[in-house]
T-cell receptor, first 114, second 110 residues
Framework: DSGVTQTPKHLITATGQRVTLRCSPR?????VYWYQQSLDQGLQFLIQ???????AKGNILERFSAQQFPDLHSELNLSSLELGDSALYFC?????????????FGPGTRLTVL | GQNIDQPTEMTATEGAIVQINCTYQ??????LFWYQQHAGEAPTFLSY????GLEEKGRFSSFLSRSKGYSYLLLKELQMKDSASYLC???????????FGAGTRLAVHP
């Protein structure tokens, strides 16, 4: 158990819909990272927040957005969902602000878009 | 552009040694990670190399050559539980870009 929690564990929805994935970092960690892992694309870094501010941005689509709240939990919002958005979405956390800090991953949310 | 290559699959025998290679082409390289990921589970951190050379951590070692754009993960005394995917990832572009390879699926046989 990494100490990072993600909800929900599974999510099934339809194309065109909008969903919100939630992540709580390990106690004391200030950075939260979001990743997408699909069968054909592998693991892709989406975005990092540090202490409430966006810190680094990867291959995040414009239909996707994230934020980190004052209590440091984070939400990833996915809108206008497409079949290709079906994937495992991981959240990770680390103590510091740098991408080189060791990250601890949550168990993931499996999103299925029908 | 940014690119990371690693073999798709490898097999090895319990008790043996296996080396998983990773080559990268990234601008502004700032280091390379190795992660282990069991099927259906989250990745777990194995190592981070930023300087040339070998870093050893128990049965696992990781090597980096910045001039050659090359890294490898060495697993010794293989155990069945080492059957997993191994992901290499590079950090570049002023510590703002994190790119993962597609992963190497390792199967350890008795």
């Amino acid at each position: 158990d990494s100490g990072v929690t993600q909800t929900p564990k599974h999510l099934i929805t339809a194309t065109g819909q909008r969903v919100t994935l939630r992540c709580s970092p390990r106690s004391g960690d200030l950075s939260v990272y979001w990743y997408q892992q699909s069968l054909d694309q592998g693991l892709q870094f989406l975005i990092q927040y540090y202490n409430g501010e966006e810190r680094a941005k990867g291959n995040i689509l414009e239909r996707f957005s994230a934020q980190q709240f004052p209590d440091l939990h984070s939400e990833l919002n996915l809108s206008s969902l497409e079949l290709g958005d079906s994937a495992l979405y991981f959240c990770a956390s680390s103590a510091g602000a740098s991408l080189v800090d060791e990250q601890f991953f949550g168990p993931g949310t499996r999103l299925t878009v029908l | 552009g940014q690119n990371i290559d690693q073999p798709t699959e490898m097999t090895a025998t319990e008790g043996a040694i296996v080396q998983i290679n990773c080559t990268y082409q990234t601008s502004g390289f700032n280091g390379l990670f190795w992660y282990q990921q069991h099927a259906g589970e989250a990745p777990t951190f194995l190592s981070y190399n930023v300087l040339d050379g070998l870093e050893e951590k128990g049965r696992f070692s990781s090597f980096l050559s910045r001039s050659k754009g090359y890294s490898y993960l060495l697993l010794k005394e293989l155990q069945m539980k080492d059957s997993a995917s191994y992901l290499c990832a590079s950090i570049s572009g002023g510590y703002n870009k994190l790119i993962f390879g597609a992963g190497t699926r390792l199967a350890v046989h008795p």
